[in-house]
């Protein structure tokens, strides 16, 4: 099986948590048939071979990225713009998927980034708390209930054909602590470095957006030297 047919079943099979923290709720669109073939025309464009990629772990999907798309760092301005993939699900975009795509497009554009790495996250399914986008590390509950969730779904990515000896991690500081955690029980990869968050970069330091995406440039060539 390739890359891509084995992340397409992931994402049509994935479920989100058993259990959640009181008053959160899961951003889960790929129970949509819609988005499940939107899933799969990426993947289909993109991963449809054997070759191994290294993975950006970001924290979970947010509510005008992938929590629409279903596809990682992707809101539908890119999806459409961007990848040329159409759809129906308007022309939202996020800070993320704005900075994420600069970062593509620096490094190419997305059939050069693409064939090297895959974006992730600790938890494929996001998070929702009082209408607001919720990180899985804010909710101390939330927290401790994610971990095997996340352990079995990084697990089961790894399988898509990963690289591992090294790993990026989107969003240093809490994102990061978990993952270290993690790698450090269950040693998933060799070697894990980090990024700032793209939402912290445009959010706080965007007069310095261009040194930021060389930084990630930087990282991105540290591993296919890897």
Known sequence: MSFADKAIAFFNDLKPPGRLAPGVKPLYPHKNAGIQELIRQFFNRYYADEQKRFILIGINPGRFGAGITGINFTA???LDTVLGIPHNLGDSSELSAEFIYAVIEAFGGPSAFYKQFYL???SPVGFIKNGKNLN???DPILL???RPYAVQQLK???EFGINRS???CIGGDKNLRFLQGINQQYRFFE???AVPHPRFILQYRRADKADF???YLEELAYCIKK
Do not use: C
């Open 136 to 138: 899985y590390y804010d």
């Open 213 to 215: 995406i060389l930084q």
């Open 166 to 168: 090294i790993a990026i």
């Open 144 to 146: 401790e209930r994610i």
């Open 191 to 193: 070697e894990l470095k």
């Open 76 to 78: 539908p301005k890119q």
């Open 156 to 158: 089961k990515q790894l």
């Open 120 to 122: 992730g996250s600790v």
